[in-house]
């Protein structure tokens, strides 16, 4: 027989088991993010099918629920009321005998053009690629078709659509990511579709019966890579009205690996044209990629999620439970710079939910400072100074990870070499990682800082420039380290945040 205190032993270490199962579900694990998207486990990579309706922001997402490596993609779902605060819903599409589901976009038919639904009750649609594994390991190179599944019940449950493929292979090796939306100024749903080297506009009455109304890319832009994962949507700056076209390649970004560029010019209904000659990133960091916008959202704001991976190391990252996340929500503006109209990427006011305290304040005068920081790894820090060269770095005794300013030169440059974790990779850390600045004319810089337990996120004058990477420490960081070798002071900000699980 158990003794009394084996019994109680007994009972503990089954309590304990119960708790360490509950809090793997809790997002406990290593280098788990704390208040940024993952999926509850295994393999995950680009936002798919970003749609608010109903009062509901929906994230669908490229999955592989069986192992943490890339695999036969599903549709992951998970939702949210303020795009901060998520809840996981069962798998929204699986793979069928057309393929496998990649990326896609969602739309809510309004009118029941399509007739899936009613006008009563009208659908929201899900277009994606169909990714046909058997016919590209057979040697064909039309495998990638467009097909389409409908939701009537807001997006809980869908239904594929019976006469799928509605967009045959026109013998294209690479010829997916549908992005479509509706253009009010020439009554069309358009869809921007990408094939290898450019882009494809569609345009349709009903979702179903497409026809092909132009093509933009071929010798502009970056080409380092294939095209992948197309938006195009309006943005307004000073009453003038302009389109941005955002591409994300793979390979070819300016640090290694998968990057998105954006375009800005004009549409009129069938075709996209622009002068920008030059190469612009939505993201100078490494860990940015897929990253769309939302459709739908209430007042034309247009809220962006990319996938903080890179595919030169995004399948050897180090953790084991799950892999990879989203970056934080960010809401997408144009702003003047010194060299004409770019892109800012603001970090959503909803983000003020998680600031579990007012932040402490302190003024940095010139040489080196080192502030404790404990629980740096989960915090909001913010710099501004008018300085034109310094550094900071998020540290612990063993792990530091560095970023270098510089006006003079115009740009940013980050270390992470010594970050944490860098073994699994040698891509992680082969390339410099540089971002520009040179055509912020703000006389004072900030620098925003988002950072997770395996994430930063570097904003710089108001997401002017932005910079997001992937770090890996085993400790978390508890220090912020200054150089500061000129006569400006720096203000800095930090504080906690919360954690969403
Ligand atoms: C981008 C991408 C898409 C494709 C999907 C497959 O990361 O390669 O072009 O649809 O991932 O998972």
Request: hydrophobic share 35%; aromatic share 12%.
């Given at each position: 027989?158990?003794?009394?205190?084996?019994?109680?032993?007994?009972?503990?270490?089954?309590?304990?088991?119960?708790?360490?199962?509950?809090?793997?579900?809790?997002?406990?694990?290593?280098?788990?993010?704390?208040?940024?998207?993952?999926?509850?486990?295994?393999?995950?990579?680009?936002?798919?099918g970003?749609?608010?309706?109903?009062?509901?922001?929906?994230?669908?997402?490229?999955y592989?629920?069986?192992?943490?490596?890339?695999?036969?993609?599903?549709?992951?779902?998970?939702?949210?009321?303020?795009?901060?605060?998520?809840?996981?819903?069962?798998?929204?599409?699986?793979?069928?005998?057309?393929?496998?589901?990649?990326?896609?976009?969602?739309?809510?038919?309004?009118?029941?053009?399509?007739?899936?639904?009613?006008?009563?009750?009208?659908?929201?649609?899900?277009?994606?690629?169909?990714?046909?594994?058997?016919?590209?390991?057979?040697?064909?190179?039309?495998?990638?078709?467009?097909?389409?599944?409908?939701?009537?019940?807001?997006?809980?449950?869908?239904?594929?659509?019976?006469?799928?493929?509605?967009?045959?292979?026109?013998?294209?090796?690479?010829?997916?990511?549908?992005?479509?939306f509706?253009?009010?100024?020439?009554?069309?749903?358009?869809?921007?579709?990408?094939?290898?080297?450019?882009?494809?506009?569609?345009?349709?009455?009903?979702?179903?019966?497409?026809?092909?109304?132009?093509?933009?890319?071929?010798?502009?832009?970056?080409?380092?890579?294939?095209?992948?994962?197309?938006?195009?949507?309006?943005?307004?700056?000073?009453?003038?009205k302009?389109?941005?076209l955002?591409?994300?390649?793979?390979?070819?970004?300016?640090n290694?690996?998968?990057?998105?560029?954006?375009?800005?010019?004009d549409?009129?209904?069938?075709?996209?044209?622009?002068?920008?000659?030059?190469i612009?990133?939505?993201?100078?960091?490494?860990?940015?990629?897929?990253?769309?916008?939302?459709?739908?959202?209430?007042?034309?704001s247009?809220?962006f999620?990319?996938?903080?991976?890179?595919?030169?190391?995004?399948?050897?990252?180090?953790?084991?439970?799950?892999?990879?996340?989203?970056?934080?929500?960010?809401?997408?503006?144009?702003?003047?710079?010194?060299?004409?109209?770019?892109?800012?990427?603001?970090?959503?006011?909803a983000?003020?939910?998680?600031?579990?305290?007012?932040?402490?304040?302190e003024?940095?005068?010139?040489?080196?400072?080192?502030?404790?920081?404990?629980?740096?790894?989960?915090?909001?820090?913010?710099?501004?100074?008018?300085?034109?060269?310094?550094?900071?770095?998020?540290?612990?005794d063993?792990?530091?990870?560095?970023?270098?300013?510089?006006?003079?030169?115009?740009?940013?440059?980050?270390?992470?070499?010594?970050?944490?974790?860098?073994?699994f990779?040698?891509?992680?850390?082969?390339?410099?990682?540089?971002?520009?600045?040179?055509?912020?004319?703000?006389?004072?810089?900030?620098?925003?800082?988002?950072?997770?337990?395996?994430?930063?996120?570097?904003?710089?004058?108001?997401?002017?420039?932005?910079?997001?990477?992937?770090?890996?420490?085993?400790?978390?960081?508890?220090?912020?380290?200054?150089?500061?070798?000129?006569?400006?002071?720096?203000?800095?900000?930090?504080?906690?945040?919360k954690?969403?699980?």
């Open positions: 027989m158990m003794s009394i205190k084996k019994v109680f032993i007994a009972s503990f270490a089954l309590l304990l088991g119960a708790c360490s199962t509950k809090t793997t579900m809790n997002y406990n694990e290593p280098y788990r993010l704390q208040y940024h998207f993952s999926p509850p486990q295994k393999w995950m990579n680009d936002p798919n970003l749609i608010y309706e109903n009062g509901t922001y929906h994230l669908f997402y490229q592989y629920p069986e192992d943490i490596v890339w695999g036969p993609m599903h549709w992951g779902h998970a939702v949210s009321k303020d795009l901060i605060h998520w809840e996981n819903k069962p798998i929204a599409l699986f793979p069928d005998e057309h393929g496998y589901i990649f990326s896609g976009s969602a739309v809510y038919d309004k009118e029941n053009t399509s007739g899936l639904g009613t006008t009563e009750n009208p659908p929201l649609i899900a277009i994606f690629t169909y990714h046909k594994m058997e016919a590209e390991k057979a040697g064909d190179i039309d495998y990638q078709t467009q097909g389409i599944a409908y939701s009537l019940d807001h997006g809980d449950t869908w239904t594929m659509y019976q006469n799928n493929p509605v967009i045959a292979n026109p013998g294209l090796k690479d010829f997916r990511d549908p992005k479509v509706w253009h009010e100024a020439s009554s069309s749903w358009i869809m921007s579709l990408v094939a290898g080297d450019h882009l494809q506009l569609f345009r349709s009455s009903n979702l179903i019966d497409w026809e092909l109304s132009s093509t933009f890319g071929q010798g502009v832009g970056a080409h380092g890579g294939v095209w992948e994962c197309p938006d195009l949507f309006e943005l307004e700056l000073n009453g003038e302009h389109w941005v955002l591409i994300s390649i793979n390979p070819g970004g300016p290694g690996g998968s990057a998105t560029q954006y375009f800005i010019g549409f009129d209904g069938y075709t996209f044209s622009t002068d920008q000659e030059d612009r990133w939505v993201d100078h960091g490494p860990d940015n990629y897929a990253g769309v916008t939302y459709n739908d959202v209430p007042d034309d247009r809220m999620i990319g996938w903080m991976s890179n595919w030169a190391y995004a399948q050897q990252t180090p953790t084991e439970a799950w892999r990879s996340s989203m970056t934080l929500p960010r809401k997408l503006s144009l702003f003047q710079a010194t060299d004409g109209v770019r892109l800012q990427s603001q970090v959503l006011e983000a003020d939910s998680l600031k579990a305290e007012s932040p402490s304040v003024t940095l005068d010139s040489g080196q400072s080192l502030i404790p920081f404990e629980g740096a790894s989960q915090s909001r820090i913010y710099l501004e100074t008018a300085a034109e060269a310094f550094s900071f770095a998020l540290q612990n063993t792990e530091r990870v560095v970023f270098s300013i510089n006006r003079a030169d115009g740009e940013i440059v980050a270390d992470r070499s010594k970050s944490g974790n860098v073994s990779s040698e891509a992680f850390t082969s390339e410099e990682l540089t971002a520009d600045i040179s055509y912020i004319n703000d006389e004072s810089l900030s620098f925003e800082i988002y950072v997770d337990a395996s994430s930063i996120e570097l904003l710089v004058a108001g997401g002017k420039t932005l910079m997001t990477l992937q770090v890996f420490p085993d400790q978390g960081y508890n220090q912020i380290a200054v150089d500061n070798p000129t006569n400006e002071a720096i203000r800095l900000e930090k504080q906690r945040l954690g969403i699980w």
